[in-house]
């Protein structure tokens, strides 16, 4: 698992970028820019977490209760779901944490068997 709070940062994540170049559109998009899209993520307080199969639901529970149940947010109460990657490989997920607009983003492959994702549907 990966927690990404700096768009700069994306390069640093263990993915193809087949996936990379569609997930950085994805993040970009609603502002404008990439510019305007680091800002606003320091600015309010956006950040993604990163998933893979290696990270079970015991490791994801812990994280989720000690950063204030953002993947239960995602599972409940996401926005916008999109498929993204060769093949449409990942999810990309994204709940509204705030009246603020902070927001967490999951990208995960979409066959994860994590129950965070299981109830996610397009």
């Not at 956006?46 to 199969?53: A, E, K, N, Q, R």
């Not at 947010?73 to 996401?78: P, S």
């Amino acid at each position: 698992m990966e927690i990404i709070h700096d768009l700069r940062r994306l390069t640093s994540l263990p993915i193809k970028e087949s996936i990379r170049v569609p997930l950085l559109q994805h993040l970009t998009e609603p502002f404008g820019s990439v510019f305007n899209a680091i800002e606003c993520w320091e600015e309010i307080g956006c950040f993604l977490v990163y998933i893979d199969h290696c990270d079970g639901d015991r490791a994801l529970n812990v994280f989720d209760q000690a950063h204030n149940y953002c993947l239960t947010a995602i599972k409940n109460h996401h926005e916008y779901v999109v498929k993204i990657g060769e093949n449409n490989s990942h999810l990309l997920v994204l709940a509204i944490l705030h009246d603020s607009g902070s927001g967490v983003y999951l990208l995960a492959p979409i066959d994860h068997p994590s129950r965070y994702l299981k109830s996610i549907t397009i």
